[in-house]
């Protein structure tokens, strides 16, 4: 007997075959879908109102109204995270949930290799710093504070996999969808204070960063994760040690009691539980430090190939991006109004954000959204904008934000081997009344 298939999974296997299967639609030369007759009805009929912009619709499209999921799952000092993988544990935020321009703690994403430590209070917890320096160190949280300035900055971090779900073929590993981003505040030192306090040889070239955390198979010689930077970055004045997010003790979950905020690089960068800062002479080759774990390669390839481990190259930057956060993908506008105030975040890795567009029409046109500045680098970006309906039925909102290297959202971006960078449109659906 043939498997039962849910509408997410015929689109990742083949979104035209899709099309055709669920909607009887065509694709022209254009990707447009001419979903038209019963295809059209069909859909409408799905979705519960008519689709005035169908014909702009692309094909391979499922409409944003029947992607998302409502998923939710109660961890300590959680709420409304949707659970990808629990060993490790792991969960996105609903875009809704992001709203905030600091993320709650209870909204922030979860992203774990291996198995969290029991014990994480602050006390007697020490940080090593040793390798390429002239006086290792080791110190207490409360060495940190007293020795070196203490500082609270908004920052943009998020998983590298962010968006993995959207690629087709699919990529292995947590299919995330838009979820794993948060912009907490930090405080903690800096983590140029602590290096030049150990004194850099002239041969530091890399950092190498060790959690407390444990392998899955519990075995004790094996690491969950080992990442590392270059000593830019190390050096950079938003790259941090910290000890604190929101005012309160990092949750558990995220990393308590000291972690490390390497902004608008992978969050695996960022590593939590951390006991130890080990300066290098080389590229650190930590475990997923070296290809393809957190690499994509150096040129686009054809979707689903093979590439050799030589062609790939670490992740550094991530990619422009933008999230809709109001309203939540569904609603449905009141009787008589056909006016719609959107707001949302925008992030650029190492960037900052110039412009971010909307579309209420599949990308036939664009409406300019109005965006604020950063309170600090590295933090995302409030944008605001408002969108007028022509007539009643189902509409998308797509979202599109530009750096200042003048770098776009892409409708699709290229695809990857282990399905990292997808920073597509994000889009909502919206239902319009009368």
């Known amino acids: 007997m043939p498997k039962d298939r849910g509408l997410r999974e015929l689109y990742e296997q083949d979104p035209i075959v899709a099309d055709e299967i669920v909607f009887g639609r ?64 792991n969960a996105e935020t609903p875009a809704h949930l992001l709203d905030d321009d600091v993320t709650p703690v209870a909204h922030y994403y979860i992203r774990n290799n291996g198995v969290p430590p029991d014990n994480t209070r602050a006390e007697g917890w020490r940080l090593t710093v040793d390798g390429e320096v002239h006086q290792a160190l080791n110190l207490t949280i409360g060495d940190l504070a007293d020795r070196f300035e203490v500082v609270t900055l908004r920052l943009q971090h998020e998983c590298g996999g ?35 306090a150990a004194g850099l040889k002239d041969s530091a070239l890399y950092t190498a960063h060790h959690g407390a955390d444990t392998h899955l198979s519990g075995d004790p010689a094996k690491v969950p994760i080992s990442r590392g ?53 080389v590229v650190h080759d930590g475990t997923k430090m070296t290809a393809p774990s957190y690499s994509v390669p150096y040129h686009s390839v054809q979707p689903g190939a093979e590439v050799a481990k030589a062609d790939f190259k670490i992740i550094e930057s991530m990619p422009v991006k933008s999230l809709i956060t ?10 008589g109004h056909r006016a719609l105030r959107l707001r949302g975040h925008a992030w650029s890795g190492d960037d900052t954000v110039t412009a971010v567009d909307v579309s209420h029409d599949f ?14 680098p590295y933090s995302w970006q409030r944008w605001e904008a408002e969108l007028s309906f022509p007539t009643r039925g189902y509409y998308e909102i797509w979202a599109r934000a530009t750096n200042g290297r003048g770098r776009q959202q892409p ?17 909502i659906a919206v239902m319009v009344a009368a």
């Open 26 to 89: 065509r694709t022209g030369p254009d990707r447009r879908g001419f979903l038209k007759g019963a295809g059209l009805a069909a859909m409408g009929t799905v979705l519960g109102a008519g689709i005035p912009f169908h014909r702009s619709m692309p094909a391979g499209l499922i409409p944003a109204a029947l992607a998302d999921s409502t998923d939710d799952v109660v961890i300590e000092g959680k709420t409304g995270l949707r659970v990808l993988n629990d060993r490790p544990v």
């Open 162 to 196: 962010n968006g993995r779900a959207g690629f087709n073929p699919p990529a292995s590993g947590n299919q995330w969808t838009t979820g794993a981003i948060g912009n907490a505040a930090w405080t903690g030192v800096r983590m140029r204070d602590v290096l030049d």
């Open 229 to 281: 930077v270059p000593m830019w970055k190390a050096m950079d004045p938003h790259t941090l040690i910290a000890w604190q997010m929101n005012g309160q003790d990092i949750h558990p979950m995220n990393g308590a009691p000291l972690r490390i905020l390497c902004p608008g690089w992978p969050g695996s960068t960022s590593q939590k539980w951390l006991t130890r800062i080990q300066v290098r002479d």
């Open 326 to 335: 109001y309203p939540r993908s569904g609603m449905t506008l009141p009787e």
């Open 363 to 376: 990308g036939a046109t664009w409406t300019r959204a109005t965006l604020s500045a950063p309170p600090n």
């Open 411 to 427: 409708f699709i971006p290229p695809w990857n081997p282990k399905g990292y960078l997808n920073n597509a449109m994000h889009r």
